[in-house]
């Protein structure tokens, strides 16, 4: 096989982990026992790294609702939605998807990355400017990489340097589009969202806003830091993931513009790619349901989130922001980090260890993602762990 340089970074980097005895990228939960428990390599172990906000993972109604329709509409679609692949369920749960934003319609993708992957290159062609922030997930650099668009980067969460960046392209501002997450995945830090959207009107550009992990967490009704700062009905596109609070696979986007029937046509990744199966579809209905109803299960992913959030400070331990559905402790170098991860994972304590070039500031992260389902017990046991590190203090 021909080298290339990212081939290389990764074998450099395999190298590295075979040479400290750590793999984190190669772990595996060989039984899963709840949303929060699972046995790894022999031990029951606390997961607090799966992304499984609300905890719906096991839920009973969600489970009857995937075997139903398992036996009664087949394992898979096995075509696209373009051909064979969209079945009645599938276009009820768009019209579900855009009655819950309050918006004209929405597109369901197959995955989560598909859906910034799909709209972004979509919306924007050669010849268009998309403007992003630096900190953006993969799919959104890729959804740009697709498009074929000129790219420009603001600093983060940095409203004021997206303002000047626009104002350098004059006129063509106006048929800019900007993309932003609600909430980051790496710090859990929140945007200034009705900041950016200000600016956005200002030049009378066209804004995106990846909910994907505060969808189900912020808002009364769940639907995001967009709810929670009373700017929804401003933003143009909300992308958003079926892979988290919803606990399931799949992607969605939901808009008020005359063109979501042309755009989901001229997207590459909802054309060529096979629609999700019937269960799934059934499975995430089912959870949207709920998602809008939890009430509770809010409350409590708030509680777990201060309760962790506090006795990891407590701890002495840097985190990044404020108590959220995602609770990252800086960890300086990256060996150090792994070992760390390591030392969690012999404690019964499964999260997510990230390294530079993914994290923000080019410093290694340990990365907690609470869950609803999470008792205060669990959260606890995940504070004793990290208090077992010898870093921690007394």
């Given at each position: 096989?021909?080298?290339?340089a ?25 039984e ?18 799966t ?36 079945y ?28 910034n ?21 993969a ?158 299960l ?7 989130s ?23 402790v800086?960890?300086?170098d ?14 019964g ?21 609470v ?24």
């Amino acid at each position: 096989m021909k080298e290339n340089a990212r081939l290389l970074a990764v074998q450099a980097v395999r190298q590295e982990l075979a040479t400290l005895g750590i793999d984190p990228f190669g772990i595996q939960i060989d039984e899963i026992l709840s949303p929060t428990e699972g046995l790894i390599q022999g031990r029951k172990t606390i997961l607090a790294g799966t992304n499984n906000y609300l905890g719906l993972t096991f839920d009973p109604d969600c489970i009857a609702a995937a075997r139903e329709a398992l036996e009664g509409a087949g394992t898979g679609t096995t075509g696209s939605r373009m051909a064979n692949g969209s079945y009645a369920a599938h276009r009820e749960l768009e019209l579900e998807l855009a009655r819950f934003y309050e918006k004209r319609d929405a597109i369901v993708f197959s995955t989560g990355y598909q859906a910034n992957l799909g709209m972004i290159s979509a919306l924007a062609g050669p010849g268009d400017t998309v403007l992003i922030d630096a900190d953006s997930h993969a799919s959104i650099y890729d959804g740009c990489n697709l498009s074929g668009a000129n790219t420009i980067r603001f600093r983060h969460n940095d409203p004021e340097d997206l303002a000047k960046r626009m104002r350098r392209l004059g006129d063509e501002a106006a048929n800019a589009v900007v993309v932003i997450e609600g909430v980051y995945s790496m710090l859990g830090d929140r945007a200034p969202l009705r900041e950016f959207v200000d600016v956005k009107t200002q030049f009378g550009a066209t804004l995106l806003v990846d909910e994907a992990h505060s969808m189900g967490v912020l808002g009364q009704k769940g639907q995001g830091l967009c709810e929670e700062t009373g700017t929804l009905a401003e933003i143009d596109y909300v992308v958003g993931t079926f892979s988290k609070s919803l606990g399931n696979t799949g992607g969605f986007c939901v808009g008020d513009a005359d063109e979501m029937e042309v755009l989901r046509y001229a997207s590459r990744p909802y054309v060529f790619t096979a629609s999700l199966p019937p269960a799934t579809i059934a499975a995430t209905r089912m959870a949207l349901r709920k998602l809008a109803a939890a009430d509770v299960l809010r409350q409590r992913i708030r509680d777990n989130s201060a309760r962790l959030h506090a006795g990891l400070s407590g701890l002495g331990f840097r985190l990044g922001a404020p108590a959220n559905a995602v609770v990252a402790v800086l960890a300086g170098d990256k060996v150090e980090a792994l070992r760390f991860w390591h030392h969690l994972l012999k404690q019964g304590v499964y999260v997510n260890v990230m390294v530079p070039p993914a994290t923000p500031g080019n410093e290694s992260l340990l990365r907690c993602s609470v869950s609803a389902a999470h008792t205060p017990e669990q959260i606890d046991a995940i504070c004793a762990a990290f208090a077992s590190w010898p870093g921690a203090k007394a």
